[in-house]
């Protein structure tokens, strides 16, 4: 057995530290895996889902050759050179004809792998694309906008140093999404001193831990969050000074709030007045409360309004700004962006926000006759016709495209239906980093080291873009030049001056710069870590804007030097790095709005006060709520392709009540037919008492057609509507599939 070699467990956002042994033929394979105790955020913390990461790297339906696809239908392997003359061909065609604007961009990165967005800009300012948008766009685009307008930036809750903390509509115990989280929740949930509430129709591993568990009727968290808002106002628990001293707009924000009938709204969201009256003299009974809010209202009816009045519970509170509450974290690379509305989209005026746009109307921008349609796409490291709603009409909008090209590691769902297919490493074969950073005060970034040797028929997402910028004959080759010999004669202090010049002379530069730091920087980087070139000018951009925070961290000096010493840090820490120490001012000092945090949201207060019911579910043709993607044991988006890797309920039953199942005369391991709007699917049932009548679920990441033909479980977007979305971020209502639920005989 090999020693044990550092990495990251690439399934979730929070991509805990790992350590490998590999074995098998010519060490290809990973044989065991344990936490990595080096790491800063994990700690040596590993939830069960990393045990199957080599069902990742060693997966089925590899991609190892670039692929074109003829006219019949079937997939051709040709070579690098041709691939890429052909490709730049096609997509400069598209761009000559129409404009590069009718080239859509979609993806950039997964669960852990976020450097190839940042090398993607290039080939995108080459071929002028204007429109992208990423799986962001159908979750979290609406509270990205409503923290844009409130904070000015994105925020985060501190649950480390947190004495309450709020669950809505997030199941951390199965998704993550805090370090160390099913740790974190049995510490937390065995302190008497601090209390959990959760906020979730089912009775989900973390509300089994909570010490309040709100069990809201499902898709009326709108009614339930504007409730308890409205309880701060009238029982006056809202801290007036700290609002009058921070904040703007409270007296709006009273008027509106006072008269919320609160008794009516308990009752639409299935609660008690008095319960719902209990937790809120909570929340505003601490001074350390954390909120975290996520699919299950994100994905849900009314989701920017529910986030909006979740992060007005919380400001009320006075929970901004301190540890143990909300923050702004430091960020090497804010994907969040500045969640402002920065246009609309060509075909539907659909919003973009935080460029992003909304992925419940991409197909609708293609499927058209209008001029502006998108002609092309490119599709890196995501699966969208698995993942976004309504796949038959995504799949119908790809074949309606001149040129697709999907970048790889898998024949996934979505490389099916592309012109191009090109194979690249595995994040197991490059370095490879996440951008998913917030945590504060102490913020880490962790480049990883690859594992194993990539086949040498595939390549980097970085060589990609430089090969495509080089072929559209956009890259500086003089410039190239002059980097190089400034890297060799004056060292890095040599190649930054020169780069910052050519920067301040050709705004070209900064659109090219990934592949130019790439193709110059790259080679001389240690390692062979070229890819991490992109990572020197954040370094650098984070020297600028927050020095006393690096300083903090150990990093003194000069903004140059800080930035050097960073870059050099993140090279040679293999386990992770801590880039940022902040203090009680910060969040503060980066909160937009001159340092006020605005109240008021005009348009979601007008939402607010045109709430209708929701119609009852238990009658009419669909009578059951279907939550179509719930995260579970066994289930990681669409990263592990072989369902072997799951140990249990492998087929992903679709959990019903045992009431409902009582009275539809079913039983556990029957097979049931979902129904909705969009189509139908087969399933094994499980009954489950966690489950509130009249709500059924399917977990997430199921359904996948191998390439052996093979499909085991229900792909939830089969039964999903591209309609049945937010009006403002235009984000599915995944929670919220009216269905009907049949026996199969
Ligand atoms: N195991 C596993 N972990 C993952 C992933 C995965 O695929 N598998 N994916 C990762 C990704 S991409 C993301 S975005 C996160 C998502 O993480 P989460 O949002 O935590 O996951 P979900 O299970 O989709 O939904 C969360 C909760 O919403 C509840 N819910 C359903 N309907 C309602 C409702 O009407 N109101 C309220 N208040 N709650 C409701 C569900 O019961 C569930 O407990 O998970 C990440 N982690
Ligand atoms: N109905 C329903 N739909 C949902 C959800 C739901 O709850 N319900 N959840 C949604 C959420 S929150 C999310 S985040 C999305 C996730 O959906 P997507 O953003 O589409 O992401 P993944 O399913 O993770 O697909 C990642 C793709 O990247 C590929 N890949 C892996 N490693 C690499 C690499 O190194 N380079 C490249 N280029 N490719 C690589 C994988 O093979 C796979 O095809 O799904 C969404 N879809
Ligand atoms: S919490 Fe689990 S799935 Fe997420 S990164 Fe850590 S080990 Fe992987
Ligand atoms: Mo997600």
Known sequence: MSEWKVSACILCECNCGIEVQLGGENDSEILRIRGDKAHPASQGYLCQKASGLNFYQNGTDRVTQPLRREPDGSF????????IEEI???????????????????????????????????LRRSLGIRYRSNALAQEKTGEFWVNGQ??????????????????????????HGIPRARAWLKEFAKDSTRTMIVIDPVVSETAKLADIHLRVKPGTDAWLLAAMVAILVQEQLYRAPWLQEHSTGLDRIVEVFSAVPVADYCAIAGLSEQQVRGAVAVLAGTNRLAVAEDLGIQMNRHSTLASYLEKLIWTLCGQFGHPGAQNVPIFLQNIAGSGRVSARSPVAGAPIISGLV???????????????RYRGMIVEAANPVHSLADT????????????????????SETAR????????????????????????PDNYFHLRKPLFKAPATVLTEAEIHARLTEALGTM????????????????????????????????????????????????????????????????????????????RAGFPGTAFEQADALFDAILSSHSGTIFARDDEAG????????????????????????????????????????????????????????????????????????????????????QVLITTRAGSARSMLEVNDRMLPGHVSLPNGFGLDNMDGARIGVAPNELTSLDDRDAFAGTPWHKFVPARIEAVV
């Open 587 to 670: 969040s503060w000092s980066r909160l937009g709005n001159e340092g006020r945090i605005n109240l008021v949201i005009e348009d979601l207060l007008a939402e607010l006060q045109q709430l209708v019911e929701p119609p009852e579910q238990n009658s009419g043709d669909f009578p059951f709520v279907l939550m179509a993607g719930e995260r579970r044991d066994y289930s990681a988006n669409t990263i592990y392709r072989d369902s072997s890797w799951r140990r249990k309920d492998a087929a992903g039953s679709l959990r019903m009540s045992p009431d409902d199942a009582e009275k539809m005369g079913l039983c556990s391991g029957d």
């Open 358 to 372: 909304p992925c419940n109307v991409i197909a609708d921008e293609i499927l058209t006759d209008h001029p502006d």
């Open 88 to 122: 730049s061909t096609r997509l400069s065609a598209v761009r000559d004809q129409f404009g590069g604007d009718k080239i859509f961009y979609y993806g950039g990165g997964g669960q852990g792998n976020h450097l190839p967005g940042g090398y993607s800009t290039a």
């Open 417 to 440: 239906h592309a012109d191009y297919v090109l194979p690249v490493a595995t994040q197991y074969e490059k370095w490879e980093a996440t951008f998913f950073n917030f945590e504060y």
């Open 150 to 175: 409130m904070f000015g930036s994105h925020v985060k809750g501190d649950f480390e140093h947190c004495d309450v903390a709020l669950f809505i509509g997030k199941n951390p115990w199965h998704s």
């Open 76 to 83: 051709v392997e040709i070579d690098w050179d041709t691939a």
């Open 392 to 411: 038959q009409r995504f799949i119908e909008a790809m074949e309606n495209l001149d040129t697709v090209v999907v970048i790889d590691v898998a024949m």
């Open 476 to 551: 500086p080759l003089g410039l190239c030049e002059e980097l190089v010999a400034a890297l060799a004669s004056g060292g890095r202090d040599g190649y930054r001056d020169r780069f910052l010049q050519a920067l301040a002379e050709d705004s070209q530069v900064s659109d090219l710069a990934p592949v130019i730091l790439y193709r110059t920087l790259g080679p001389g980087l240690p390692e062979g870590a070229d890819v991490a070139a992109v990572l020197w000018p954040l370094a650098l951009g984070l020297a600028m804007r927050e020095p006393a925070a690096l300083e």
